[in-house]
């Protein structure tokens, strides 16, 4: 496994970031904890979750299958650089009481302290605020999080799906308050087939120093040789992916991509991942594998180099909307 620094922080973490949303609605608790087993035997170190990970009636339940991971072995919780999430409505039922979701002071501690006693910690590393919160000021946001990293509850914190101007925004805020360590990184939905993130999003989180986590990497399977996949009577495309190849043109673009990766006797899938890991400010994509296999699949991409015929390739199927500003300026 290779490693690189988060962002402008000390923390070591691995280029494969585990991905856990699929612990418990799809992947039953074993089969996730021999998953976690084999990503930290792999050397991957930097786990991701979020409260409302379990969904439905469930939430909750992602957390806490890591949990009772970590208690089987108080090794497993000090190699981890665990990442959770706050800012979803906790209610089963949908229907949050005031104060009990997004990111007021209230719900921050109220979040956190639910977090650790399903993660079974007392403490988590990296604190992601899952969306935007409208209503919420950062002056407030900041002041409950300052309080979390005395009380010891937390040590970094990120952002995920942040346009790049609020980016600026909390940590310019969090500059002038002073002593606060402001964001340290943003999860972001980014890949091969979706790079509107190169625009605004990553040119921001590169200049206040944050790293960048992609998520969806393989664009809900898109990217993960669908076609060929149901050419060969295997899983069909669903969602979004389904959704896409029902446009004869963006059909025509993955069987482009499908067949430059055939030519080479690269698996689309792992090629996806490995174009991740070239582009800058890149820490590490998320991987949230159903099964073993497809965990052995992501760790392949970590060693695959891409050849410049190939990158050259890929930007010729999917472009890029160019550097910023110049890409919506003129």
């Known amino acids: 496994m290779k490693y690189t620094q988060l962002g402008r922080t000390g923390l ?16 039953n608790e074993p089969d996730s904890h021999a998953i976690m087993d084999a990503a930290l035997d792999a050397g991957i170190n930097y786990f991701d979750t979020a409260n409302v990970y379990g969904w439905g009636e469930n939430k909750g339940r992602t957390e806490e299958i890591i949990g009772n991971w970590f208690a089987k072995n108080p090794v497993h ?19 949050a009481w005031p104060n009990h979701d997004k990111l007021s002071a209230v719900n921050i501690r109220r979040a956190v302290d639910a977090s650790l006693k399903r993660l079974q910690t007392d403490y988590i590393d990296i604190y992601q605020f899952h969306h935007v919160d409208r209503a919420t000021p950062f002056e407030e946001i900041w002041q409950a999080i300052d309080t979390l990293i005395q009380q010891g509850k937390i040590l970094y914190v990120g952002s995920s799906n942040f346009p790049g101007y609020k980016i600026a925004q ?33 040119p921001a989180a590169q200049e ?21 996949k149901e050419v060969s009577g295997g899983r069909r495309a669903s969602g979004r992916a389904a959704d896409t190849l029902a446009n004869p043109t963006s059909r025509a673009q993955i069987q482009a991509y499908e067949d430059l990766l055939d030519k080479h006797g690269i698996e689309p899938g792992e090629a996806a991942l490995a174009w991740l890991l070239t582009r800058p400010g890149i820490t590490g994509p998320i991987v949230g594998p159903r099964t073993a296999e497809q965990l052995d699949s992501a760790l392949r991409a970590v060693e695959l180099e891409l050849s410049e015929e190939i990158l050259t ?17 003129w």
């Open 77 to 95: 919780r000090d190699k981890t650089v665990l990442a959770t999430k706050v800012y979803g409505n906790m209610a089963a039922d949908g229907d």
């Open 208 to 228: 206040y120093g944050l790293g960048v986590i992609p998520w969806s990497p393989l664009q809900g399977g898109l990217l993960g040789g669908v076609i060929k």
């Open 170 to 202: 909390a940590n310019e805020i969090a500059a002038r308050r002073g002593g606060t360590i402001g964001l340290v990184s943003e999860q972001c939905l980014y890949n091969l087939a979706e790079r509107r993130a190169e625009m605004e999003v990553i």
């Open 12 to 27: 070591k973490v691995s280029r494969l970031v585990l991905g856990t949303m699929n612990f418990g609605p799809q992947t």
């Open 313 to 329: 390739s890929l930007d010729e199927i999917f472009p890029g909307p160019g550097p910023s500003p110049e890409a919506f300026a």
